[in-house]
C-alpha cells in the first residue's frame, strides 16, 4: 500500500522555520522524482520544490528560492523540506508528491500539512 505522511506543519511567526516531512511507503523510492507542492485559501495548487534522487538534483519555485530546502534521507525513504525565512505568504497547505520518472502522469499525493505564517 503506498502511503506518503506529512508532517512538520504548524503555526510559525514571521522570520521562523519549519522542516516538513513526508515518510514514504509501499514503492520504489527511486523511481520517482520527489516534489513539494501547496495550495493557499482560493489559490491554485503551486509547485514548491523537487528533487531527483537521494542527493540529487534540486529545483525550486521563484517565491521560496534561497529560503527553502528540499532533501531526502540516505535510506530513501523521507523527503524534507527546510523552511527559513518565513513569511506570511507561504501560508498554505503543503503537499508531498512522488511523480515517476518514466511516467510523468503516474504518481502520488500525500494529505498535506498546514503551515500559517503570522506577521
Known amino acids: 500500500q503506498v502511503q506518503l505522511v506529512e508532517s512538520g506543519g504548524g503555526l510559525v511567526q514571521s522570520g521562523g522555520s519549519l522542516r516538513l516531512s513526508c515518510r514514504t511507503s509501499?514503492?520504489?523510492?527511486?523511481?520517482?522524482?520527489m516534489n513539494w507542492y501547496r495550495q493557499a485559501p482560493g489559490g491554485q495548487r503551486e509547485f514548491v520544490a523537487s528533487?531527483?534522487?537521494?542527493?540529487?538534483?534540486?529545483t525550486y519555485g521563484a517565491p521560496v528560492k534561497g529560503r527553502f530546502t528540499i532533501e531526502t534521507d540516505n535510506d530513501g525513504i523521507t523527503a524534507y523540506l527546510q523552511m527559513n525565512d518565513l513569511r506570511p505568504e507561504d501560508t498554505a497547505v503543503y503537499f508531498c508528491?512522488?511523480?515517476?520518472?518514466?511516467?510523468?502522469?503516474?504518481?502520488?499525493w500525500g494529505q498535506g500539512t498546514q503551515v500559517t505564517v503570522s506577521s
Open positions: 508528491n512522488a511523480r515517476n520518472k518514466e511516467y510523468f502522469d503516474y504518481g502520488f
Open positions: 509501499g514503492f520504489t523510492f527511486t523511481r520517482y522524482y
Open positions: 528533487i531527483t534522487d537521494v542527493g540529487g538534483t534540486t
